[in-house]
């Protein structure tokens, strides 16, 4: 009797999952372009989530050369540009004090800070009203 019981749920079992492999990729074979552009974004997700991208030294040296980048972008023709204390604050913030000067020889000392987003995007989570406050107070 057991014997039976545990065929019968062996082959229930099998036919089961013969049937899900046969149904998708029928499906993936009539529609080859619905899947074709969605692989890559699923694998690149399965790869973030479950092995993020590690904060370590060449990643900051690295975030530190855009916000500088990013500065001297901004910044129209600067002479004898100066950078001090450039850092990266919560691993997206980028904070310098600079000092140079503009092309009517007057020199500048100033702070620049901007965002760099370098996470994959299923790392970042939109801010709500709920956990960033209320600012109508």
């Known amino acids: 009797m057991k014997k039976v019981i545990t065929r019968t749920i062996l082959r ?3 036919y089961q999952y ?8 029928i499906g993936f074979i009539c ?16 790869r973030n989530i479950f092995y993020p991208i590690e904060f370590n030294n060449q990643v900051e040296d ?7 980048g990013r500065l001297w972008s901004k910044l129209d023709d600067p002479k004898n ?7 990266i604050i919560g691993q997206e913030w980028f904070e310098t004090d600079y000092s140079y ?10 702070h620049y800070r901007t965002r ?11 801010l709500t ?3 960033q406050g209320d600012f109508n107070e």
């Open 18 to 25: 013969l049937g899900l492999l046969v149904g998708l990729s």
């Open 12 to 14: 229930t079992l099998i």
């Open 81 to 87: 540009l100066k950078f001090y204390n450039s850092e």
């Open 129 to 131: 009203n709920e956990n």
């Open 101 to 110: 000067t503009n092309s009517d020889g007057v020199s500048i000392k100033d």
């Open 116 to 126: 760099i987003n370098w996470k994959p995007w299923e790392q970042y989570y939109p």
């Open 31 to 46: 529609a080859p372009n619905y899947w074709g552009v969605r692989v890559p974004v699923f694998e690149r997700s399965i």
């Open 62 to 68: 690295f975030l530190i050369d855009v916000g500088r």
